[in-house]
């Protein structure tokens, strides 16, 4: 069964410390993950996906077939951070699929 | 562009009561999504179109729900009879394609059912 765990409701990090936000996901076929974030009174918006193999506003995430995994990583993190993280799971017929989120707070 | 516009912002309506949720897509865009959000069960794709026609509903909880695209600009979901646990923040979203393109997100509907 297609499936996005997000372990953590809650992550709380110093500013300019590292941040990694975790994501675990099971699926048959080929993925494609990505990472929205919702910050305070604004939309939903994408914030990466890996096949673009790009960094957006610092944050980087792999997709690691073996660990089925697709972190999201920050080397150091910045108060405009805060928000509500989602890793989404594309089955290939457009439907993505949520994890439960993780709200993120830096804090000075 | 003003992005996907949903309507109303904010609706509050007692147990009962018929619900109409309004979404106008980005204009070009093919495909049109409708999400469900609650604090128990995160964030929950409830149907989408493409060009106009429904896909997939398997995500709509009951016959209570319904949702329609008349047109490439405009979508309903409408709930009748509504009740308390349907309270929650409704999302539309639209994309350029089915498949992989970035589904961009309206402001979403908070919905409460007292």
């Known amino acids: 069964a297609q499936r996005v765990t997000q372990p953590e409701k809650l992550l709380s990090v110093f500013k300019g410390a590292p941040v990694e936000l975790k994501c675990n996901y099971s699926y048959s076929g080929s993925p494609e993950l990505f990472w929205y974030v919702q910050y305070s009174r604004q939309r939903l918006q994408l914030l990466l996906r890996h096949i673009s193999r790009e960094s957006i506003k610092g944050f980087t995430a792999d997709l690691n077939k073996g660990e089925t995994s697709f972190h999201l990583k920050k080397p150091f993190a910045q108060e405009e951070d805060s928000a509500m993280y989602y890793c989404?799971?594309?089955?290939?017929?457009?439907?993505?699929?949520f994890g439960a989120g993780t709200q993120v707070v830096v804090t000075p | 562009d003003a992005g996907v516009i949903q309507s109303p912002r904010h609706e509050v309506t007692e147990m009962g009561q018929e619900v109409t949720l309004r979404c106008k897509p980005i204009?070009?865009?093919?495909?049109l999504f409708w999400y469900r959000q609650t604090m128990m069960r995160g964030l929950e794709l409830l149907i989408y179109?493409?060009?106009?026609?429904?896909?997939?509903d398997s995500g709509m909880p009951e016959d209570r729900f319904s949702a329609k695209m008349p047109n490439a600009s405009f979508s309903t979901l409408k709930i009748q009879p509504s009740e308390p646990r349907d309270s929650a923040v409704y999302f539309c979203?639209?994309?350029?394609?089915?498949?992989?393109?970035?589904?961009?997100f309206g402001p979403g509907t908070r919905l409460t059912v007292l």
């Open positions: 179109f493409n060009n106009n026609v429904p896909i997939d």
């Open positions: 204009s070009g865009h093919n495909s």
């Open positions: 979203a639209s994309s350029r394609r089915r498949s992989t393109d970035t589904q961009y």
């Open positions: 989404a799971l594309n089955n290939g017929w457009g439907k993505l699929q």
